[in-house]
């Protein structure tokens, strides 16, 4: 038996707000949307993608799962996705070498301090 990983799911209050704020931030592309989902994939057939979900319920705890991203360049990375709406967030991390930010609807992620090689 083998699994496809499809979707990482997203909780979301405005699925195709958040969504396409992702998309925006990822350069990634719309490959569905409705009244209560919307899904991005870095490419139209690649998987696996984003998927946003509405959820009435209000986020009350820090984010139990969290995406990490390397950019090639970490200052130009946070500035230009804090510009987009995402905003810095102290989860606890301390000094550290990542930034921790948040998107639209306070979902943590961290922006890493360089590619891996």
């Known amino acids: 038996m083998t699994l496809e990983w499809r ?4 909780h979301s209050a405005d699925p195709a707000a ?10 990634w592309v719309v490959v569905h949307s409705s009244d209560d989902e919307f899904a991005i994939r870095a490419e139209p057939d690649r998987l696996p993608g984003l998927e946003f979900v509405r959820l009435e319920e209000p986020k009350k705890a820090k984010s139990r799962l969290h995406l990490d991203f390397s950019p090639d ?6 500035t230009r996705l804090v510009a987009l709406g995402a905003r810095r967030v102290d989860i606890g991390q301390g000094e550290q070498s990542w930034v921790v930010l948040a998107d639209p609807e306070g979902n943590e992620f961290c922006v890493l301090a360089h590619r891996r090689q």
């Open 7 to 10: 979707h990482v799911i997203v």
């Open 18 to 27: 958040l969504g396409q704020w992702w998309a925006e931030a990822l350069g």
């Open 73 to 78: 360049d970490q200052h130009a990375e946070v």
